[in-house]
């Protein structure tokens, strides 16, 4: 963030590197018209059946209508629907956010940080990691789909990170 952008708003010039966008009419038609630029990778790394003990999968959480759920024979207490067990996506995404995530910490100063990975349902649900470049948010969402896969494989986090 710096005087001349003071929001923290950015955009990516045709080399693909972030660049502020001037003003938030700026940003909003480019984050509007560039959906495509601003998505890195997504990766889909297969399904994953949670049991009861585990959290609500995201895409139960935020994509399904409770009614029509329980319409169509979903047990929200078994996670099974008609008695099988509830199956969900497990899907690893890296994008260009537009928005420095240091927003409220703009005292400290350094690159701005505005790719984002997330994943989405499975063993590591919600986890989230943040980057100051394209470069290491690409490395980033690499190592991240390592860790689900491992993850989905049946090892642990700890085992992961000693390879």
């Known amino acids: ?31 509007e018209t560039h959906t ?19 959290p609500m999968p995201t895409a139960i959480r935020s994509g399904g209508d409770a009614v029509q759920m329980l319409a169509s024979g979903y047990d929200f207490a078994t996670r099974m629907v008609h008695g099988q067990r509830d199956r969900a996506r497990v899907v690893v995404s890296t994008i260009f956010t537009g928005i420095d995530m240091r927003l409220l910490r703009h005292h400290e100063g350094g690159d701005p940080v505005l790719w984002e990975t997330r994943v989405f ?28 896969r491992l993850r989905l494989a049946g090892a642990t986090i700890a085992e992961s990170s000693e390879r």
């Not at 005087?3 to 909003?28: C, H, M, R, S, V």
């Not at 890195?40 to 585990?54: F, I, K, Q, R, S």
């Not at 590591?124 to 991240?144: F, I, K, M, N």
């Open 1 to 31: 963030m710096t005087e001349d952008n003071p929001l923290g708003q950015y955009i990516l010039d045709d080399a693909g590197e972030a660049q502020p966008a001037g003003d938030l009419l700026t940003w909003g038609r480019w984050m």
């Open 36 to 54: 495509a630029e601003r998505t890195l990778a997504v990766d889909e790394l297969g399904e994953w059946a949670p049991t009861p003990e585990e």
């Open 121 to 148: 349902n499975g063993p590591l649900d919600g986890e989230q990691r943040r980057y100051t470049s394209r470069a290491a948010a690409a490395v980033g969402h690499e190592e991240l789909c390592e860790l689900v």
